[in-house]
């Protein structure tokens, strides 16, 4: 089984430019999360999307940033207008199933990450 | 609001060595708890996970963690060290009922000779 695939491993952008990072999840996964890691801090949580939902943004930045799952095809962190402040490391991860109530792994299966530089 | 604290930036430890790595939670409820390990340059491998039952929870890679609800804890421990575990380490916990993962800061090892 391949594993969460993310690219660009490594992007790199300069200000004002968009940026779109990909994350196709495992096989049989249809529930994605993103988190940024900034030098020297954890992974923060973005989002989670299910497909063609999102079913929480609140780690989301209110402007510039947006994310999508479709039906057919990877997800996508789409940052516009990039500013040097965006430069981290990007993680999507995938899990199975939607976790409540009962839960069966818990588990969160993370891609090697996509490493935004905004000159 | 849950969160985690990792009050251990960066820890060295001699090869062979014992190894303990704090986590402290803060949550209402009976939490849901894992502990990753981050190589340089790579992306995030679970090393171990508590639900609940027994309390210390054996792992990959010859890791443990106990669980101490009295104490908030969840510290991550081997007993013998070798180079290859150099990396970064991260407690988390489970946010309600959507499955994002709330991190700690994380705790750099380095493993020397």
């Known amino acids: 089984n391949a594993g969460v695939m993310q690219n660009p491993r490594h992007l790199v952008r300069r200000r004002g430019q968009e940026a779109r990072l990909r994350c196709s999840p495992m096989?049989?996964?249809?529930?994605v999360y993103w988190y940024r890691q900034l030098p020297e801090e954890g992974l923060k949580f973005m989002v989670y999307?299910?497909?063609?939902?999102?079913?929480?943004e609140s780690g989301m930045p209110k402007e510039r940033f947006s994310a999508e799952f479709p039906k057919e095809g990877p997800s996508i962190l789409r940052i516009q207008q990039v500013v040097r402040g965006d430069s981290a490391a990007y993680f999507c991860?995938?899990?199975?199933?939607?976790?409540?109530?009962?839960?069966?792994?818990?588990?969160?299966?993370f891609g090697e990450g996509s490493r935004l530089t905004v000159l | 609001a849950q969160s985690v604290t990792q009050p251990d930036i960066h820890i060295t430890v001699s090869e062979g060595a014992s190894l303990e790595l704090r986590c402290n939670y803060s949550?209402?409820?009976?939490?849901?708890l894992f502990w990753y390990v981050q190589s340089p340059g790579q992306g995030l491998q679970l090393l171990l996970k508590?639900?609940?039952?027994?309390?210390l929870v054996q792992g990959i890679k010859g890791f443990e963690a106990e669980f101490k609800r009295s104490q908030s804890s969840f510290n991550l421990r081997k007993p013998s060290v070798h180079w290859s575990d150099a990396a970064e380490y991260f407690c988390?916990?489970?946010?309600?009922?959507?499955?994002?993962?709330?991190f700690g800061k994380g705790t750099k090892l380095s493993v020397k000779p």
């Open positions: 991860a995938s899990s199975p199933r939607r976790m409540r109530g009962q839960w069966d792994t818990g588990e969160l299966f």
């Open positions: 096989k049989g996964h249809s529930h």
């Open positions: 999307l299910q497909k063609e939902n999102i079913i929480d």
């Open positions: 949550y209402g409820a009976t939490p849901y």
């Open positions: 508590y639900f609940s039952g027994d309390t």
């Open positions: 988390a916990v489970v946010r309600g009922s959507q499955g994002n993962l709330i």
